[in-house]
């Protein structure tokens, strides 16, 4: 662990570090003054960085805002009523605090641990949380607008009254804008499945269907990233989901894939001269050597189970399990179309 910049606490056998302010931890500091102390010392931080030590600090009513307080410890501090308007808090350890009627308008908050943070009625509006970790942090009542949140870790966080969270949340602003990246915290692919199952529930809940249906696929999408790691089997049919239909979230994707079986089994089709045209009470007497557009039409009309019966199977086993195959595929993607356009679009 690096060194701490703070001072241990004055009292012998304390372990603790000394809070800012004080020769003290906040157990061993007398705290009828604290806060008026430190509403003081406050404007005096104004010209330069100053980390702070605030570790289970309970106080209310502070500005802090403008002020540079990188690497600061806020750890299971009690703040209400405060103000971080523009505060640069980046890196800061921000574990098991409990925030009240706080404001973090404009606040940069990069990297900061909120881990287990508990927050209610607060305004993170335009502020910087990129990186931060939000692991089982409580958010009730938090206003999220502009919020960027782009890898920030989401597991287990309980989201209740939150406002303003969307997909948009999540981009990250330093990508290409032709290629921007949208994601929350992926580098552990089960901490991110969980993550996005929790975001699909909450977007799914304020209407936003679209940005619902992107978290659902990144939820599945990670879920696929665990199987491939734990070499499990599963892994195929995901990914053969995911082409299929974008996990029943893109119905383009079934239109493309149903074209690509057509087209398949034309070829295959043309390569054993399958399609024999119909002629009458004699159907195979003579050999007729089906055209590759043949062999196209013939698939089109077996996977819509049209079967105008122009031209029909050779009356060889094999090939017609081929064919019976391409007529279950049919209403097989048929129904997966319905579905995922369901899943899409209606509004439930
Ligand atoms: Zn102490």
Same mark, same amino acid.
């Given at each position: 662990?690096?060194?701490?910049?703070?001072?241990?606490?004055?009292?012998? #056998?304390?372990?603790?570090?000394?809070?800012?302010?004080?020769?003290?931890?906040?157990?061993?500091?007398?705290?009828?003054?604290?806060?008026?102390?430190?509403?003081?010392?406050?404007?005096?931080?104004?010209?330069?960085?100053?980390?702070?030590?605030?570790?289970?600090?309970?106080?209310?009513? %502070?500005?802090?805002?403008?002020?540079?307080?990188?690497?600061?410890?806020?750890?299971?501090?009690?703040?209400?009523?405060?103000?971080?308007?523009?505060?640069?808090?980046?890196?800061?350890?921000?574990?098991?605090?409990?925030?009240?009627?706080?404001?973090?308008?404009?606040?940069?908050?990069?990297?900061?641990?909120?881990?287990?943070?508990?927050?209610?009625?607060?305004?993170?509006?335009?502020?910087?949380?990129?990186?931060?970790?939000?692991?089982? #942090?409580?958010?009730?009542?938090?206003?999220?607008?502009?919020?960027?949140?782009?890898?920030?870790?989401?597991?287990?966080? *309980?989201?209740?009254?939150?406002?303003?969270?969307?997909?948009?949340?999540?981009?990250? #602003? *330093?990508?290409?804008?032709?290629?921007?990246?949208?994601?929350?915290?992926?580098?552990?692919?089960?901490?991110?499945?969980?993550?996005?199952?929790?975001?699909?529930?909450?977007?799914?809940?304020?209407?936003?269907?679209?940005?619902?249906?992107?978290?659902?696929?990144?939820?599945?999408?990670?879920?696929?990233?665990?199987?491939?790691?734990?070499?499990?089997?599963?892994?195929?049919?995901?990914?053969?989901?995911?082409?299929?239909?974008?996990?029943?979230?893109?119905?383009?994707?079934?239109?493309?894939?149903? %074209?690509?079986?057509?087209?398949?089994?034309?070829?295959?089709?043309?390569?054993?001269?399958?399609?024999?045209?119909?002629?009458?009470?004699?159907?195979?007497?003579?050999?007729?050597?089906?055209?590759?557009?043949?062999?196209?039409?013939?698939?089109?009309?077996?996977?819509?189970?049209?079967?105008?019966?122009?031209?029909?199977?050779?009356?060889?086993?094999?090939?017609?399990?081929?064919?019976?195959?391409?007529?279950?595929?049919?209403?097989?993607?048929?129904?997966?179309?319905?579905?995922?356009?369901?899943?899409?679009? #209606?509004?439930?």
């Amino acid at each position: 662990m690096p060194a701490s910049p703070f001072p241990r606490c004055s009292v012998g #056998a304390c372990d603790e570090l000394a809070i800012s302010f004080s020769p003290f931890c906040w157990e061993h500091t007398p705290r009828e003054n604290y806060s008026a102390h430190l509403k003081t010392k406050l404007p005096t931080l104004i010209s330069e960085p100053t980390p702070l030590n605030l570790k289970k600090v309970e106080c209310e009513g %502070l500005d802090f805002s403008q002020l540079d307080l990188k690497n600061s410890s806020f750890s299971q501090a009690h703040l209400s009523d405060c103000r971080f308007v523009g505060t640069a808090l980046s890196q800061s350890d921000m574990i098991g605090i409990t925030l009240k009627s706080c404001d973090f308008v404009g606040a940069d908050m990069q990297d900061v641990n909120l881990t287990r943070a508990k927050v209610s009625n607060c305004t993170f509006s335009y502020s910087d949380l990129r990186r931060a970790c939000l692991s089982d #942090a409580h958010l009730r009542e938090a206003d999220l607008m502009g919020t960027m949140l782009y890898d920030a870790n989401l597991w287990n966080i *309980e989201l209740v009254g939150v406002k303003h969270l969307k997909k948009k949340n999540f981009v990250d #602003a *330093e990508s290409d804008p032709r290629d921007r990246r949208i994601s929350l915290y992926e580098k552990d692919s089960l901490v991110a499945c969980e993550s996005y199952r929790t975001l699909k529930h909450y977007l799914h809940e304020k209407g936003l269907y679209d940005d619902a249906g992107w978290a659902a696929y990144r939820e599945l999408t990670m879920e696929r990233k665990f199987y491939f790691e734990t070499r499990n089997p599963r892994y195929m049919l995901s990914l053969f989901m995911d082409i299929l239909s974008g996990y029943t979230q893109m119905p383009s994707r079934v239109i493309v894939s149903s %074209l690509v079986l057509i087209f398949a089994f034309a070829f295959a089709y043309f390569i054993f001269n399958v399609p024999t045209a119909y002629s009458g009470y004699a159907p195979n007497t003579h050999v007729h050597v089906a055209s590759f557009w043949d062999c196209l039409y013939f698939s089109f009309i077996t996977f819509t189970t049209v079967g105008y019966g122009d031209f029909i199977p050779r009356a060889v086993p094999l090939l017609r399990i081929l064919v019976c195959m391409e007529a279950f595929s049919g209403p097989f993607m048929a129904g997966l179309y319905i579905f995922t356009l369901t899943r899409r679009y #209606a509004v439930s």
